[in-house]
């Protein structure tokens, strides 16, 4: 296939469109196979028909016509804000926005906390949120798009954020105290009840960001895991984000940012009216938003239920563990404790001969896609239940693959990548 350089001056088939397409995608790692540990978030083909049919039903609409052409989203939206504020403790009067993912939440969630502590508070210089060294990248991002500073407290020897450490930064322009249930990179959940106490007391704002675990951690509580308190059900957590586009298995473009204070999601919509159209108002950050999203998301949440996200979990649950049983087993590494809070493990090696950037090298050469830590040097690992028929696969691949390592001497020339 030919690279296009030129504004094509004629449509071209369909069936060489297809073609192209299918050949352009043979280099693409095999997400089926569970050669990649994030991206792909994969049930069954029962689950991805029902989350491709309702997209495609809806994949012309245009979710910035809710409530004005497309009346049928407006009734979806609220029925999934409904689910999800069941699911995770809220307030039957709490509200939920639907936004493009994980990032678009945090932004939301920190331009509406920024509102409120400008209406309530004032700020006389740069706005602050505290957050765990542990914290999501895209926390930053959100903090350089609104001008907030993010300050970043180490975490404890549990790889958890450490209350007392982040009480003591907090100051008269913080704005927002962060929790992770769990976080990206340990896959352990933060003391969210006392960050709730926290914010109680110094009368601040808490967010957790649920995106990895928000449609894991239910469940695997209800499998016997041991999964602490984290949700809106916690007394002092203000918002919530859950990804739905992860592990409740609707199309990418979905997640939620939930509030326990309706008052809230009224304070972050955007209206916009001196200019010669009239009112411009959206309730998030995007404009157009894409209405098969929508439709998929409550699709999915709807086809599964619990029963159906129990089995989808215990799948995700069971790869993870017997991932880590495998690893431990091989002389050399360790997985980090604690494990068991997440659907998300990391590895080091302990053996100064075993350079574990170099195994993830050997691994990426062998078309696997290791997710590359930096502190401690670690490969990391998400799972989900595509994972689960290659666990045995996996452990002898990352097991062969050290002691090539080993007895080559090999050092890895890459370092960390970004996932």
Not at 9 to 19: D, H, Q, R, V, Y
Not at 133 to 159: M, Q
Not at 298 to 303: F, G, P
Request: proline share 6%; hydrophobic share 40%.
């Amino acid at each position: 296939m030919n690279k296009i350089s030129r504004f094509p001056a004629a449509g071209a088939p369909w069936n060489e469109i297809e073609a192209d397409l299918s050949l352009l995608k043979k280099d693409d790692l095999d997400w089926r196979r569970g050669r990649l540990p994030a991206y792909i978030y994969y049930f069954d083909e029962d689950v991805l028909n029902v989350q491709m049919d309702a997209y495609r039903l809806y994949a012309v609409e245009n979710g910035l016509g809710e409530g004005k052409a497309f009346f049928s989203l407006t009734r979806m939206l609220e029925d999934i804000s409904r689910m999800a504020l069941d699911l995770f403790n809220g307030p039957a009067d709490g509200a939920a926005s639907f936004t493009s993912g994980g990032t678009e939440s945090l932004i939301e969630a920190l331009r509406t906390a920024k509102k409120l502590h400008f209406r309530d508070k004032g700020c006389s210089t740069r706005p602050n949120v505290i957050a765990p060294y542990s914290a999501h990248a895209a926390l930053n991002k959100a903090g350089e798009v609104l001008d907030v500073e993010i300050i970043r407290v180490p975490v404890t020897n549990e790889f958890r954020a450490d209350p007392g450490a982040m009480s003591d930064r907090i100051n008269d322009d913080t704005i927002m105290i962060f929790g992770s249930a769990p976080c990206f990179p340990y896959g352990v959940i933060d003391p969210i009840p006392q960050l709730g106490q926290i914010a109680i007391t110094r009368n601040v704002w808490l967010h957790v960001d649920a995106c990895w675990g928000g449609f894991i951690s239910p469940f695997a509580k209800q499998l016997g895991y041991p999964i602490p308190d984290w949700d809106l059900g916690v007394p002092g957590v203000t918002s919530l984000s859950a990804d739905i586009h992860k592990f409740a298995y609707g199309a990418k473009g979905a997640s939620l940012l939930l509030f326990r204070d309706p008052g809230l999601k009224e304070l972050e919509r955007f209206s916009f009216s001196d200019w010669p159209r009239g009112t411009y108002a959206t309730p998030t950050l995007m404009g157009s938003k894409p209405a098969g999203s929508i439709a998929s998301a409550w699709a999915v949440m709807r086809y599964l239920g619990n029963e159906g996200y129990l089995r989808t979990t215990k799948a995700s649950m069971d790869a993870t563990m017997g991932f880590i049983r495998g690893i431990d087993g091989i002389a050399g590494l360790r997985c980090l404790q604690p494990t068991g809070e997440a659907n998300l493990f990391a590895f080091v090696s302990e053996d100064p001969e075993v350079d574990i950037m170099a195994v993830a090298d050997v691994l990426q050469s062998k078309g696997w896609f290791p997710g590359r830590m930096r502190t401690p040097l670690a490969i990391q690992q998400g799972v989900n239940p595509v994972h689960l028929p290659i666990v045995d696969e996996y452990v002898a691949e990352v097991a062969r693959s050290v002691e090539i390592v080993r007895a080559a001497g090999a050092r890895s020339q890459y370092g960390e990548n970004t996932y």
